[in-house]
């Protein structure tokens, strides 16, 4: 077991209805350190029925946790934000163990998660309605937001804290009750934050935290008439499966899936400033998140200085286990990850790529790769075609604004982009013109818990995050008051 200062945070069962239970079968997965293949502990492997009793408590629950008041939610999510906060180093231990970031990003996450539970405890009590000046003087009409009711989370492994954090903050704020089922490779970093829950005061059964096969979860959770909305993040394919299951029973559905997000740098950039905004975006998370740089778009003029610089600045990142000191890149999270990074590298190179630093896996090992940069790019290499979900950064080189917008479309996806350009002009024109839910402009990292995060296209469905991020949680209800 890793060494926490609360033990009481590691947690190796399911949190339903308020109690910690094992899998009556007795079944459990194991989940493993990513940076060394050792055992990190085991959660239960919970069958379909145990599931729909999971769901039968948050059904439960739902009538007394929507009936306080908003000010009497906002209070217990504050006190899960506090705790969450008060307990960041153990919670980064605990998901460093599981994911392999470095410990700097996983405290950087928790905060992140954490800041989730506060905006949202302070959005609880801004839940307006509406009144519309009625067609008839003897009616008056007013339009109520309710809580959707029993929802369902399923989240990936990138983000263990924070993708959580961002579903279940909303839905406690609105008033629903939810059961989150974490990646299979993540799920004790989701037991920590039950855990906190309890301490918070989140009553049983309204954050119910069940591990174990994501296809029995999943179809039990989509074809359950009782649970009102799902939200995924995780790949298009499987949002699209969801998507379809949740089809029978017409739930609403928040999905934030797969990205493409393109970089772009123009000749009038601070390429200072595009350098370190291309090292954010493309390596944090060793390149594992929907919003990496996926393909960097360089115009001839400043295309040889901007990959000079960029691959001086990638062969300083240190790699290695995520809780040594300086390390600014972890594993990657398997086997299949590392593999679908030789392979992308593999085409490009075959198809006239040249490689620019890395390329190959790191001498640590296991699955450590070296970050890698490939110059001379072309847009309908794997490596730019397909999210890489790697430390791989392909540069393609463009001529003209147009060019680099029509690139930059070119995708199925439309969750993230960037580019880089101080001409006034050339700021809005490409803004407007990016089919993307996210821009950042002179910016590599524009996650933040106050702004509408998602994607359009195949990216997804819904924001989450902001004032908006509220209303995934809410249905609207008019009144029609007539006899006045
Ligand atoms: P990633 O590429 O990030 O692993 P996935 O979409 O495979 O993305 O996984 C994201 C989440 O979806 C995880 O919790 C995973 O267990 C879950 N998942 C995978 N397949 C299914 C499925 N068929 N039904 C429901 N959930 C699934």
Sequence with gaps: ?????????????????????????????????????????????????????????????????????????????????????????????????????????????????????????????????????????????????????????????????????????????????????????????????????????????????????????????????????????????VGRTLMAQSGATIKKVSLELGGNAPFIVFDDADLDQAVQGAMVSKYRNTGQTCVCANRIFVQDGVYDDFSRRFVAEVQKLKVGRGVDPGVQQGPLIDDSALAKVSRHIDDALSRGATLLTGGKPHALGGTFFQPTVLGDVDADMDVAADETFGPVAPLIRFSSEADAIRMANDTPYGLAAYFYARDFGRIFRVSEALEFGMVGINAGLISTEVAPFGGIKQSGIGREGSRYGMEEYLEMKYLCLAGI
Excluded at 177 to 199: F, G, M, N
Excluded at 200 to 218: D, K, Q, W, Y
């Design 1 to 237: 077991m890793i060494a926490l200062n609360d033990t009481g945070l590691f947690r190796q069962q399911a949190w339903i209805d308020g109690k910690w239970t094992d899998a009556r079968s007795g079944k459990t997965i194991a989940v493993t350190n990513p940076a060394d293949g050792s055992s990190v502990g085991t959660v239960p492997a919970v069958s379909a029925q145990e599931v729909r009793q999971t769901i039968d408590a948050a059904d439960r629950a739902l009538p007394a946790w929507r009936r306080r008041t908003a000010k009497e939610r906002s209070e217990v999510l504050h006190r899960w934000y506090r705790l969450m906060m008060d307990h960041q180093e153990d919670l980064a231990a605990v998901l460093t163990s599981e994911q392999g970031k470095p410990l700097a990003e996983a405290r950087g996450e928790i905060a992140f998660a954490a800041s989730f539970m506060q905006w949202f405890a302070e959005e609880a009590k801004r839940v307006y309605g509406d009144t519309i000046p009625a067609t008839s003087a003897d009616q008056r009409i007013i339009v109520l937001r309710q809580p959707v009711g029993v929802c369902a989370a399923i989240t990936p492994w990138n983000f263990p804290a924070a993708m959580i954090a961002r579903k279940a903050a909303p839905a406690l704020a609105a008033g629903c009750t939810i059961v989150v089922k974490p990646a299979s490779q993540t799920p004790l970093t989701a037991l920590a934050l039950a855990e906190l829950s309890q301490r918070a005061g989140v009553p049983a059964g309204v954050f119910n935290v069940i591990t174990g096969s994501a296809g029995i979860i999943g179809g039990e959770l989509t074809a359950s008439p009782i649970v009102r909305k799902l939200s995924f993040t995780g790949s298009t394919e």
